[in-house]
């Protein structure tokens, strides 16, 4: 095997592939970057446990050129390191079990593993839709922050649910305490209901600003999306999810009408510790004045209040986990309406500005 690529297009690949791969993974394929390389393109492979990536370059004799077919198994981490001391046209040939990395008079030798690199399904897929690549990262990035702890136990409580019914796609992630969902226009009236690991739909935010709209697809056992030269696929978590219909509340009783940066404003000069992330902050409306209100046990008590907002209904008093209550706020933008159920247990939070998001967010039961 041997072919010349352009640095910058290698460490651009080698970058990319490197979110896919563990360097501690205890399969020790998988520390590794699959590379077959053919006349016609070059075929990069990258895999964990539970997702894997593929990148294909065209061979144009410009940038790439292929002197002998071949494939090899590179070490991200190392390959990434040596990349980065580079600057222009890079070498790489394979003789035995010896990868040769070389550029001008700078070159490496590189011991490689003999395993057979496992083979990994991307192909057969019959379920594909096109949507808007912005569309679906906006969908991760309204949700994600929602889900439940990486340390959790509840697999349900890290995933990402995608519900598609009458040509619209809905996000929703929740760890029970809060739930956020986002839900866009596709351009196929598809039936599915599939959850992904949060950590994994977040690794599937493509960064090429180029890229415009993306073929979403999925099976019985995995989820992924492909552009053009890339495909990106996590397996699925195979477990119910919570039925959310039944959630919403019907019952509002009360409802507060204000800007994100006015509420966002009031908390921050509130809460005078941003690390606690489990500060309590009480928000007290009256008809025409909101209150905030912090204690930290033996560091102090903090206040703050405004009267740009609109109340409708009776005073009331809440108490929230601030950094919920934070996050919330920070995925919306412009004129908040939040609704109150009857039991003062549950806010609704919608945002005119983002009519596709719509968020739960519990209160916190005063003793």
Do not use: W
């Amino acid at each position: 095997m041997k072919f010349t690529i352009k640095k910058n297009i290698l460490e651009q690949v080698v970058e990319f592939l490197g979110t896919y791969i563990n360097v501690a993974d205890t399969f020790l394929a998988f520390r590794y970057i699959n590379l077959e390389v053919t006349n016609e393109k070059l075929i990069f492979t990258a895999a964990s446990s539970t997702m894997s990536a593929r990148k294909i370059l065209n061979v144009d004799e410009v940038n790439i050129k292929v002197e002998e077919e071949g494939f090899a198994l590179l070490n991200c981490k190392v390959v990434k390191n040596i990349i980065k001391n580079l600057s222009n046209n890079v070498s790489i040939s394979k003789r035995g079990n010896i990868i040769n990395i070389s550029e001008g008079n700078t070159k490496y030798n590189l011991n490689t593993i003999s395993d057979r690199y496992p083979t990994i399904e991307f192909g057969n897929v019959e379920n594909k839709f096109q949507m808007n690549k912005n569309d679906f990262e906006e969908g991760i990035k309204n949700v994600a922050f929602a889900v439940g702890d990486p340390k959790n136990n509840s697999a349900i409580s890290k995933a990402i649910n995608m519900y598609a019914n009458n040509n619209e796609l809905r996000f929703c992630g929740t760890d029970s305490f809060r739930l956020s969902t986002y839900t866009v226009k596709i351009s196929k009236n598809i039936s599915f209901d599939i959850s992904v690991d949060a950590r994994n739909m977040k690794n599937m935010i493509i960064k090429d600003n180029n890229v415009k709209r993306i073929n979403v697809f999925y099976t019985l056992n995995r989820f992924g999306i492909e552009t053009e030269d890339t495909i990106i696929q996590s397996s699925l978590v195979d477990l119910a999810y919570h039925d959310i219909k039944r959630i919403f509340p019907t019952d509002i009783t009360r409802n507060i009408v204000i800007q994100k940066n006015v509420l966002m404003d009031i908390i921050n000069k509130t809460i005078f510790d941003s690390d606690n992330t489990g500060a309590k902050i009480e928000l007290n409306f009256t008809s025409n004045l909101l209150t905030a209100t912090y204690e930290e046990a033996e560091v102090g008590h903090s206040q703050a209040s405004t009267d740009d907002f609109k109340l409708i209904g009776d005073p009331i008093e809440l108490t929230f986990n601030s950094k919920h209550l934070r996050e919330a706020i920070g995925v919306v933008e412009g004129e908040l309406n939040i609704g109150i159920n009857f039991l003062e247990s549950i806010v609704l939070l919608l945002s005119e500005n983002c009519p596709n998001n719509k968020q739960l967010i519990t209160t916190i039961r005063r003793l």
